[in-house]
């Protein structure tokens, strides 16, 4: 931690029940930090929809397991990690919901929605430990909000060392 | 607060007053039986209004999209009224927004279930 910083950190019991506790933990610090009411609901729905990728997917819905969520303030951004204890998923292999063959489809618009509202978004493998997403939102970017990802979007996969 | 959900009969459509969060778990749940209910009644024609939904996914999302396909499939058609801006704002980031017939006014909607009965 810098000093410029300030952190926020929370484990949460791996229930459904518990997106809408991160959703408000989330929507305070992004306040905190200064962002507007809009860009607090793009934050909040992009904590909401990791949360999700980390009770259901990640953590097979398994209650016996937890999810850590850690939040830094910085001058000029946002950082949140989201870690789960499950085997990871690569953001690479997942399609473009728009696309004409996609559009009816049921699922996969939730990492979009995240790479959309979120400036960076990266996801890292532990060890086999869990998987961690990192997204950040810069305060003051002057950026529309874009749609499902740009060049400054940075993912790595397995990186272990 | 979870998903609610009120059914009126107006004319031949009808209209489910949807309220709460459309979201993975119970909300997603209620509204696939709430279809699937409808569908089973011959209730085809439905009209979701969304005016009091406050908060929905990407799972919700994809709810309504396999609501839309699901009641197509079965000669029926769903429409969507009253959408708040952050469902609009959803839709129109996901390319959805071309796909459902959205509507403001629901005299229009409930109206617009004949025009396309009879086109």
């Not at chain 1, 300030?6 to 200064?34: F, Q």
């Not at chain 1, 946002?78 to 004409?100: A, K, M, T």
């Not at chain 2, 607060?1 to 309220?19: G, H, L, P």
């Not at chain 2, 749940?29 to 209730?43: A, C, F, G, P, V």
């Amino acid at each position: 931690m810098t000093p410029d910083s300030s952190v926020v950190e929370v484990t949460l019991e791996s229930d459904l029940k518990n997106v809408e506790v991160a959703e408000e933990i989330t929507r305070r610090v992004a306040g905190t930090a200064g962002f507007d009411e809009d860009e607090q609901q793009r934050i909040e729905m992009a904590v909401h929809e990791s949360m999700i990728n980390a009770i259901w997917h990640g953590n097979q819905n398994d209650g016996s397991k937890s999810v850590w969520l850690q939040f830094k303030i910085h001058n000029d951004r946002l950082e949140i990690r989201v870690r789960d204890q499950g085997h990871g998923f690569d953001p690479s292999h997942i399609p473009d919901p728009r696309n004409d063959e996609n559009l009816l489809n049921v699922s996969g618009r939730g990492i979009f929605l995240i790479r959309t509202f979120m400036d960076e978004f990266r996801v890292e493998n532990l060890n086999g430990t869990g998987t961690e997403v990192t997204m950040i939102k810069r305060l003051n970017s002057g950026i529309p909000t874009k749609q499902g990802g740009t060049d400054r979007e940075h993912e790595s996969h397995n990186t272990t060392s | 607060m979870s998903m609610k959900a009120t059914i009126r009969q107006v004319d031949s459509v009808t209209v489910v007053d949807v309220s709460g969060r459309i979201t993975l778990g119970e909300g997603c749940t209620q509204l696939r039986e709430l279809i699937r209910d409808q569908l089973s009644k011959q209730n085809k024609n439905l009209l979701l209004n969304l005016a009091d939904v406050t908060y929905i996914d990407s799972s919700g999302i994809g709810e309504l999209v396999s609501a839309f396909t699901g009641v197509s499939k079965q000669g029926g058609a769903l429409k969507l009224l009253n959408l708040t801006k952050k469902v609009h704002d959803l839709l129109q980031i996901t390319k959805l927004y071309t796909v459902f017939d959205v509507h403001e006014d629901e005299a229009k909607a409930i109206g617009s279930f004949s025009k396309s009965a009879s086109a």
